[in-house]
C-alpha cells in the first residue's frame, strides 16, 4: 500500500498499488507530453539558426572573394595602363571579361543564397552549378587571355613578360578561389547532410514516441468503449467487493419514479445495518473521433438534482470526456459549484469509493445512536398515532350510533304522529257514525211528511181501513 497525501485538504489516505501504478503513469505520461513538446521546439529552433548561419558563411565567404577578385583586377589593369592602346584595350577588355563573369558569378551565388533556404539536394546542385560555371568563365578567360598575348605578340619581349605574368597570377588566383569556394560548398554539403541526417533521426524518435502514446491511449479508449465505461467500473467494484466491501450494495439505479436517475448507486453498512455513506455515480464515456464534444459541466446539473433525490450523500461523475483538460487529471473536487461532488478518470474510481468510506467510517456511532433516536421517536409516534387512531375510530363509531339513534327516535315520533292522525280519524268515523245512527234513529214517516201534505196524503192511503169498534 503507498499513502498520498491531498495538496488540497492535507487529507492522507492509501491506495493499492494498481492504483498507485496508474497515478504514477498518469504523471509520467503528462511529463513526457510536456518534454516531447519542448524537445520538438528545441530541435527546430536549433536547424533554424544553423541554417541562418550557414547562410551567413556562404554570403560573407562569395563577398570575400569577389572583393579579392576586384582588387586584382584592378592592380592588374594598373599595372599594363602603359602598354598602349592595343594593348590597353585588351587588358579592358579581359577585366570587361573578367567582371562579367564575376558578376554571373555573384548573380549565381544569390540565387544559391535564395535556394539555400530549403533543404536537401537543391543546395548541392546549385553549389555544383555555380562552380561549373565558374570553370567555364575561368576556361573562357584562358581563352581570351591566349587571344589577347597572339595580339600583343609582337609588343616586346618584356610587356609579353609582364602581360603573361599578370594574366597568370589572375588565372592562379582565379583557380583558387574556384578551388576554395568549391572545397567550402562540398564542407557545407557535408555539414547540412549530417545535419539534416541527425535531425532526421531525432525527429524519427519523437514520432515514433508520440505514435506509441496514441497507440497506447488509443489501445485503453477502445477498450472502454468497448466493454462499456459502466460495465468496467462494476467489474472493477466486483473484483474487491468481498475483500474491500462486504456490507456495501452497489448497483444500477433503476428507479424513475423522479423523472430521470443515476448510472449506479452505492451504499455501504455498519456491521450492525447502520447506513454510513451513499454515493451516486453517473458515467459518461465518447470516442476521440466524436464530431460533437461533451464536457463535464454539462452533466453535473442533473447528477446534483439526482443525487437529492434519491437521498444519497456524494455524487461522482466518472468521466472519460476533455481527455486534453489540465484540470480533469484524477480526482477533482468540484464542491464549488455543487455540494459533496467529486469528477474523477475510470482508474481512480474505486480510490475515491475508499477515500470516502474511510473518511466516513468514523461517523459510525454517531449515525447509530441517531438511528436509534430515530427509531425511538419513530416507536413514540407510532404509539401516538395508534392511540389517536383509536379515538378518531371511537369518537366516529360513538357518533354514528347517535346518528342512528337520533334517526331511530325520529321514525319513531313519525310513527305516534301516523298513529295520532289514524286515532283521530277513527274517532271522527266513530262520531260520524253515531250522528248518522242518531240520525237513523230519528227519522220517521211523521217527520219526513211534516209540511208535505202529498206524501201524507200517499202514505195514508197506503195504511189499511180500521175496523169498526164493537159496540
Known amino acids: 500500500m503507498n499513502e498520498i497525501k491531498c495538496p488540497h485538504c492535507g487529507a492522507a489516505f492509501t491506495i493499492d498499488e494498481a492504483e498507485y501504478a496508474s497515478l504514477v503513469q498518469q504523471v509520467r505520461t503528462a511529463e513526457f ?76 551565388l544569390e540565387r544559391l543564397k535564395a535556394e539555400l533556404e530549403g533543404t536537401g539536394t537543391t543546395q548541392a546542385l546549385a553549389v555544383a552549378k555555380v562552380a561549373e560555371e565558374a570553370q567555364k568563365a575561368a576556361a573562357e578567360k584562358d581563352a581570351e587571355i591566349l587571344r589577347l598575348r597572339a595580339e600583343i605578340d609582337g609588343a616586346g619581349t618584356s610587356q609579353e613578360l609582364a602581360v603573361t605574368k599578370a594574366v597568370s597570377e589572375v588565372r592562379q588566383k582565379l ?67 468481498a475483500m474491500a466491501f462486504p456490507n456495501a450494495k452497489f448497483g444500477k439505479d433503476n428507479d424513475v419514479s423522479t423523472g430521470t436517475k443515476g448510472d449506479y448507486i452505492f451504499r455501504d453498512f455498519s456491521d450492525d445495518g447502520v447506513e454510513f455513506i451513499s454515493i451516486m455515480f453517473d458515467m459518461k464515456n465518447e470516442a476521440d473521433t466524436s464530431a460533437t464534444k461533451k464536457k463535464n459541466v454539462d452533466f453535473l446539473a442533473k447528477l446534483d438534482k439526482d443525487r437529492r433525490d434519491k437521498g444519497c450523500e456524494y455524487a461522482v461523475l466518472v468521466s472519460m470526456l476533455e481527455d486534453d483538460s489540465d484540470l480533469y487529471t484524477g480526482i477533482t473536487d ?76 325520529d321514525t319513531i315520533d313519525d310513527a305516534i304522529k301516523k298513529l295520532e292522525g289514524t286515532k283521530e280519524a277513527l274517532r271522527l268515523w266513530v262520531k260520524h257514525l253515531n250522528t248518522a245512527s242518531g240520525r237513523a234513529n230519528d227519522l220517521t214517516i211523521r217527520s219526513l211528511t211534516r209540511g208535505n201534505e202529498t206524501m201524507k196524503q200517499k202514505f195514508a192511503e197506503l195504511e189499511p181501513p180500521q175496523e169498526p169498534e164493537a159496540a
Open 33 to 108: 507530453e510536456m518534454e516531447l513538446h519542448a524537445r520538438l521546439a528545441e530541435a527546430d529552433k536549433a536547424k533554424k539558426a544553423e541554417i541562418a548561419l550557414a547562410e551567413a558563411k556562404v554570403a560573407h565567404q562569395a563577398q570575400d572573394a569577389a572583393t579579392k577578385k576586384d582588387a586584382e583586377i584592378q592592380r592588374l589593369k594598373n599595372e599594363v595602363e602603359g602598354a598602349g592602346n592595343a594593348q590597353a584595350l585588351a587588358i579592358a577588355e579581359a577585366a570587361t571579361n573578367a567582371e562579367k563573369a564575376l558578376g554571373a558569378k555573384d548573380a549565381e
Open 175 to 241: 583557380i583558387a578561389a574556384e578551388s576554395q569556394l568549391a572545397l567550402q560548398a562540398v564542407e557545407q554539403q557535408v555539414k547540412e547532410s549530417a545535419l539534416k541526417e541527425s535531425h532526421s533521426k531525432e525527429v524519427a524518435l519523437l514520432r515514433e514516441q508520440v505514435e506509441q502514446y496514441r497507440d497506447f491511449k488509443a489501445k485503453q479508449s477502445v477498450k472502454l468503449l468497448g466493454e462499456s465505461l459502466e460495465q468496467h467500473c462494476e467489474t472493477e467494484f466486483n473484483r474487491v467487493r
Open 334 to 409: 468540484v464542491s464549488h459549484e455543487y455540494p459533496k461532488m467529486f469528477v474523477v478518470r475510470p482508474q481512480f474510481f474505486l480510490a475515491i469509493i475508499a477515500l470516502l468510506r474511510n473518511a466516513t467510517q468514523g461517523t459510525i456511532q454517531v449515525k447509530a445512536e441517531l438511528e436509534q433516536l430515530k427509531q425511538q421517536n419513530i416507536d413514540i409516534t407510532g404509539f401516538e398515532s395508534k392511540l389517536f387512531d383509536f379515538q378518531t375510530r371511537f369518537t366516529k363509531n360513538v357518533g354514528d350510533a347517535a346518528t342512528q339513534y337520533d334517526k331511530a327516535i
